[in-house]
């Protein structure tokens, strides 16, 4: 159950920081700083995606999910040697604890960079042909997305009082991987309440989030202290921004990866979001940065692969839907 208190997610404006003023730049570097060392969740406002491209980005997601099943199965997700495309509903499960949830009721569509077809996850896209721009207006905003992850990357490094380009490589290496997954949550039927979920509990994988929601809702965070979810509000064109269970380790738990889940529409409403996942370069080693270190502390975790990672990540959440992952 959502508990009856709002735990607030805070809402940082990045505005001025972007125009390079100092004082806001301090600002933000803190208040981004408490943010990831308390639930690893905040909402950015004052960014640099236009609202336009957003609008245009969902109009196209619109129109895609609502094709005839055949027509998305054209570019079904078990067609691609890397796991780009189209998936349907129940193709994953994220909540791998949970065995009386449903497999996650949203269909999704994944973009990656397109790469030669090799290690895991790298290859090329598949585009559907409907809507005729649906290929442009995803990579206009994927590379609008990437690059405000890029400037949140630096706000990251500052935040943990290191170089500001700390991250720079990780995110921005053309073999890097990132991930910008679009769903579409159909409201859920009234007789499957409760045990349905649009995305079951889980926490990310990667290093950084940004999400995208439209204004339906259903989004939800849980209060670690209190063990209970409280819903993560709405704010049209503003980013989600959440801390993965890499970033997490990286910053040996200083910055927290919290699980969250989404909550199927049950006012019979379609919700549709867009995630976009920083996993880096897959044969980085992810070792405690120095400064998550305290004297005489040691590092909690073992040095750990980013291929490692990700394809145990990948795999489990696959498997628990019975989805064969190649
Ligand atoms: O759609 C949402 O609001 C959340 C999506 C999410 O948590 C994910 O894709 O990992
Ligand atoms: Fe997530």
Same mark, same amino acid.
């Given at each position: 159950?959502?508990?009856?208190?709002?735990?607030?997610?805070?809402?940082?404006?990045?505005?001025?920081?972007?125009?390079?003023?100092?004082?806001?730049?301090?600002?933000?570097?803190?208040?981004?700083?408490?943010?990831?060392?308390?639930?690893?969740?905040?909402?950015?406002?004052?960014?640099?995606?236009?609202? %336009?491209?957003?609008?245009?980005?969902?109009?196209? $997601?619109?129109?895609?999910? &609502? *094709?005839?099943?055949?027509?998305? =199965? #054209?570019?079904?997700?078990?067609?691609?040697?890397?796991?780009?495309?189209?998936?349907?509903?129940?193709?994953?499960?994220?909540?791998?604890?949970?065995?009386?949830?449903?497999?996650?009721?949203?269909?999704?569509?994944?973009?990656?960079?397109?790469?030669?077809?090799?290690?895991?996850?790298?290859?090329?896209?598949?585009?559907?042909?409907?809507?005729?721009?649906?290929?442009?207006?995803?990579?206009?905003?994927? %590379?609008?997305?990437?690059?405000?992850?890029?400037? $949140?990357?630096?706000?990251? &490094? *500052?935040?943990?009082?290191?170089? =500001? #380009?700390?991250?720079?490589?990780?995110?921005?290496?053309?073999?890097?991987?990132?991930?910008?997954?679009?769903?579409?949550?159909?409201?859920?039927?009234?007789?499957?309440?409760?045990?349905?979920?649009?995305?079951?509990?889980?926490?990310?994988?990667?290093?950084?989030?940004?999400?995208?929601?439209?204004?339906?809702?259903?989004?939800?965070?849980?209060?670690?202290?209190?063990?209970?979810?409280?819903?993560?509000?709405?704010?049209?064109?503003?980013?989600?921004?959440?801390?993965?269970?890499?970033?997490?380790?990286?910053?040996?738990?200083?910055?927290?990866?919290?699980?969250?889940?989404?909550?199927?529409?049950?006012?019979?409403?379609?919700?549709?979001?867009?995630?976009?996942?920083?996993?880096?370069?897959?044969?980085?080693?992810?070792?405690?940065?120095?400064?998550?270190?305290?004297?005489?502390?040691?590092?909690?975790?073992?040095?750990?692969?980013?291929?490692?990672?990700?394809?145990?990540?990948?795999?489990?959440?696959?498997?628990?839907?019975?989805?064969?992952?190649?």
């Amino acid at each position: 159950m959502v508990a009856p208190v709002a735990v607030a997610v805070p809402v940082i404006d990045i505005s001025g920081y972007l125009a390079g003023d100092a004082q806001a730049k301090d600002r933000v570097v803190g208040e981004f700083r408490n943010a990831c060392e308390d639930q690893g969740f905040l909402q950015v406002v004052g960014h640099s995606v236009p609202a %336009d491209l957003q609008s245009r980005h969902l109009a196209c $997601l619109a129109e895609f999910f &609502a *094709l005839p099943a055949e027509e998305k =199965e #054209k570019v079904a997700q078990s067609k691609s040697k890397c796991h780009r495309g189209y998936e349907h509903i129940g193709g994953q499960k994220l909540d791998e604890l949970d065995e009386d949830v449903t497999a996650d009721q949203k269909e999704s569509f994944s973009v990656r960079r397109d790469r030669p077809l090799g290690r895991f996850l790298q290859g090329p896209n598949q585009w559907p042909e409907n809507p005729p721009q649906f290929k442009e207006v995803y990579t206009e905003y994927y %590379d609008s997305v990437h690059e405000l992850s890029m400037k $949140l990357f630096r706000v990251m &490094a *500052l935040s943990l009082g290191l170089n =500001e #380009k700390y991250f720079d490589d990780f995110g921005s290496d053309p073999d890097g991987l990132c991930l910008c997954r679009s769903h579409h949550y159909p409201p859920t039927p009234p007789d499957t309440a409760g045990r349905t979920r649009g995305i079951g509990a889980h926490t990310d994988f990667g290093a950084m989030t940004l999400l995208l929601q439209d204004v339906v809702g259903g989004l939800e965070v849980l209060h670690k202290r209190t063990g209970t979810w409280h819903a993560v509000v709405p704010i049209e064109g503003a980013y989600v921004v959440n801390i993965g269970d890499l970033m997490q380790r990286w910053t040996n738990n200083r910055y927290r990866s919290t699980m969250h889940r989404v909550i199927s529409p049950s006012n019979g409403k379609d919700r549709y979001s867009c995630a976009f996942f920083n996993e880096g370069v897959l044969d980085r080693m992810i070792e405690c940065i120095p400064t998550c270190l305290r004297p005489g502390d040691e590092p909690l975790y073992e040095p750990l692969k980013v291929e490692d990672h990700l394809i145990k990540r990948y795999r489990q959440s696959y498997w628990a839907a019975g989805t064969e992952l190649e």
